[in-house]
């Protein structure tokens, strides 16, 4: 039998069936046995182009079943060494209910950081903003830069074919970067605008070359069409190293070397705003209390949520309200499913398989039949190869004595996974039909 639920179970439920999603990750994340843990998985891939193996680290979703059908959308994390516990610790808490699952690709920065992040440089005067001599001072082999396009060659023609060959991925990418990282995704935007759907850029270090990086976006882009593509570009409160009145609001007027970093970043913001007749979305924000090292953990929080915000569920408090006609629920449903396909570009359940089977089992318990029908209808409709979707279809067509048909789900969910339960209730089924 497939799980059921008392009608006090059920009516508990109801009124928290949304925001169970969120409010469980967190309980499933500290059920491990271990203290402290290392996220991911270690992978390597051998690479032609940087003649190098380059190590990768893969992070799955908290439901992630080995062996599933299921597909998720990826994300690519550069400097994944020290941002993966952040961003996987985002997802945790965040995804499901405010951003979709997500498969993380953390790529190990570890060396030649500068080479490959940084475009070369195209300007006389070199950039001299601290936090560019800061940075190639402490990352190790920094003496090579300028290796972007090689590095982009890799992970477009090496790095993403291993990842959907290996791993359970959809074409749906988005690349994330911070400091020089965030240059190279602006770099991968202007270059390669069709490899990524969406781009989060964390304080990115847009002052490299004179800032020539951020003043050839418009003429890089102005021919191409950007739709469905989003870019998150976050900045930290670190406007000027030696004085404290140049604020978010007076840092445009500062021709100080200290205030370059920033101010190609703003800069960076309105040559994508120029972009956005071509359908490129644009979003940014200031974290005034936080320093350039600290800004990662709040971006990535902020930023996936502000690129996913058409993710986010809506009418929860019609589907939490016992009073909603089944048209209106399914109309929910069906309008949640055909945005998702939308923003997506392939058909995507609207809701978990798990919610939509509880909501019909406590639509039934409670005695509205019509409205439990129609949860394990939408079950079927977007989870056709679910066996545990019929069985449950079987309790409601047994629960209107409709013998005849729940045999005919037994039959199905048998084909798709033979258990000796769903064998005992078909011979009842059947057993009933001949009476």
């Not at 402290?36 to 992070?59: A, F, W």
């Not at 799955?60 to 993966?84: E, I, M, N, R």
């Not at 703003?266 to 200031?286: A, W, Y």
């Not at 199905?412 to 209730?425: F, G, Q, S, V």
Request: aromatic share 12%; glycine share 6%; charged share 20%.
């Amino acid at each position: 039998m497939s799980h059921k639920f008392s009608v006090s179970q059920c009516r508990f439920a109801f009124l928290f069936m949304c925001s169970m999603l969120l409010g469980l990750r967190g309980a499933v994340a500290q059920s491990a046995p271990e203290f402290l843990q290392q996220r991911g998985v270690s992978d390597t891939v051998h690479s032609e182009l940087l003649n190098e193996d380059r190590l990768i680290y893969v992070d799955f979703p908290l439901d992630y079943t080995p062996g599933s059908a299921q597909k998720y959308p990826v994300a690519f994390l550069l400097d994944g060494d020290v941002l993966l516990p952040a961003a996987g610790t985002v997802q945790d808490y965040y995804s499901g209910g405010f951003t979709p699952d997500m498969i993380i690709i953390g790529i190990s920065n570890a060396e030649y950081r500068t080479r490959d992040l940084t475009p070369p440089k195209v300007a006389k005067e070199q950039a001299t903003a601290a936090a560019d001599k800061m940075e190639v001072a402490m990352t190790p082999n920094a003496v090579a830069e300028g290796g972007a396009a090689v590095f982009l060659d890799f992970i477009e023609k090496e790095l993403v074919p291993y990842v959907e060959a290996n791993y359970p991925v959809t074409h749906f990418r988005t690349l994330i970067g911070h400091s020089y990282g965030g240059l190279f995704t602006m770099y991968a935007l202007a270059e390669r605008p069709t490899l990524f759907n969406y781009y989060l850029a964390i304080d990115p270090s847009m002052n490299w070359s004179g800032g020539h990086y951020h003043r050839v976006l418009p003429d890089k882009l102005s021919a191409t069409s950007l739709e469905g593509r989003s870019v998150y570009i976050t900045m930290s409160g670190q406007l000027h190293f030696q004085d404290s009145t140049v604020t978010i609001a007076n840092v445009r007027e500062d021709d100080s070397w200290p205030t370059e970093f920033p101010r190609a970043i703003l800069k960076t913001i309105d040559h994508l705003e120029e972009l956005e007749p071509n359908g490129l979305r644009v979003g940014h924000q200031f974290f005034e209390r936080d320093l350039h090292g600290t800004v990662p953990l709040p971006s990535l929080m902020e930023g996936i949520i502000a690129l996913f915000d058409w993710y986010q569920m809506e009418g929860t408090h019609k589907i939490n309200d016992p009073g909603t006609s089944v048209a209106t629920l399914s109309k929910i449903i069906n309008h949640r499913a055909a945005k998702l396909e939308r923003n997506f570009g392939y058909a995507v359940p609207p809701y978990p398989e798990e919610l939509l089977n509880m909501s019909g089992y406590m639509q039934m318990d409670m005695g509205d039949l019509e409205k439990s029908e129609m949860y394990f209808t939408a079950a079927l409709e977007h989870y056709p190869h679910s066996a545990n979707a019929y069985d449950s279809m079987a309790d409601f067509h047994e629960a209107t004595q409709a013998y005849p048909a729940a045999a005919e789900c037994m039959k199905k969910a048998i084909l798709l996974d033979p258990l000796p339960r769903y064998k005992e209730r078909l011979d009842e089924f059947e057993a009933q039909i001949l009476r």
